[in-house]
């Protein structure tokens, strides 16, 4: 089984930086994806930032340029550096693991940015 538990969510002003962790645990496997969803009220769950064991890195094209998504491999741990918030970033952010045995989530953070 996997775990993932997140932390750094809250509400931040607009222009302002916010930084998520994402700590992975359990039967983690060296080839993997980990990444950040995000899931606002009416709106599909989409996916905001994505990092491969490797260190390839793929973004949804409206936070290139103010997230940067890195990763610790030795402490399973990815991160989510958010500058440069807008109103439309908030939302729920979800943690997520993909990897041979499955994909896992977290239980997610709020973000919310307000004005």
């Known amino acids: 089984q996997v775990q993932l538990v997140e932390s750094g969510g809250g509400l931040v002003q607009a222009g302002g930086s916010l930084r998520l962790s994402c700590a992975a645990s359990g039967s983690i496997f060296s080839i993997n994806a980990m990444g950040w969803y995000r899931q606002a009220p009416g709106k599909q769950r989409e996916l905001v930032a994505s990092?491969?064991?490797?260190?390839?890195?793929n973004y949804l094209d409206s936070v290139k340029g103010r997230f940067t998504i890195s990763r610790d491999n030795a402490k399973n741990t990815v991160y989510l550096q958010m500058n440069s918030l807008k109103l439309e970033d908030t939302a729920a952010y979800y943690c997520?693991?993909?990897?041979?045995?499955?994909?896992?989530w977290g239980q997610g953070t709020q973000v919310t940015v307000s004005s």
């Open positions: 997520n693991l993909k990897q041979h045995s499955g994909s896992y």
């Open positions: 990092i491969t064991s490797g260190g390839s890195t």
